[in-house]
């Protein structure tokens, strides 16, 4: 399946490549490819930044951390699309980088995620068995089982308390 969606993006950019280079011409096409290049890297740049900031303001409480943790990843396929040779992934990458374009994009990502959250939850992938441990959650930990008895509050606690005479146990030289 990977090696088809691989040969599917490459008919897609080669079509786009041919279409521009047959409507503006092939210099035409050379130079927005490099233009797309040079504005994808100012703007990861620029982005990247912003994006590091709101994290910041984020941990620091200013801001809604799931807002920043959105923008931080739609940046970054922003980044790899920019990265990623081809006239359309550049486009795609670009729109990615516009901080309105995120906005339109931020509720989509957050429904996809609490969806992948919830489904990966309620099959048990989340926290698979050992996943902590060998023993799981308690891994290196001795858990004893036991009941919280409330005591009457009408009675009052012993002042004096009952010593009992005995030996330790140890030997005592």
Do not use: C
Request: aromatic fraction near 6%; avoid cysteine.
């Amino acid at each position: 399946m990977p090696l088809l969606y691989f040969f599917l993006y490459l008919v897609v950019e080669i079509s786009a490549l041919v279409w521009l280079a047959s409507t503006v011409g092939i210099l035409w096409t050379v130079f927005a490819v490099i233009a797309l290049s040079a504005v994808g890297l100012v703007s990861i740049r620029s982005q990247g930044r912003r994006v590091l900031s709101e994290l910041r303001s984020a941990n620091a409480g200013r801001r809604s951390p799931g807002g920043a943790v959105a923008d931080g990843a739609l940046v970054a396929l922003g980044s790899v699309l920019l990265t990623i040779p081809g006239l359309v992934s550049s486009v795609l990458g670009l729109l990615l980088m516009i901080p309105l374009t995120r906005a339109a994009l931020r509720p989509i990502i957050a429904r996809s995620a609490a969806k992948r959250v919830e489904t990966a939850v309620a099959s048990g992938r989340a926290f698979p068995p050992g996943a902590f441990g060998p023993r799981g959650f308690s891994a290196g930990h001795v858990v004893i089982d036991g009941d919280v008895v409330q005591e009457d509050p009408r009675r009052t606690p012993r002042q004096t308390f009952q010593v009992i005479d005995g030996t330790t146990g140890r030997d005592e030289r």
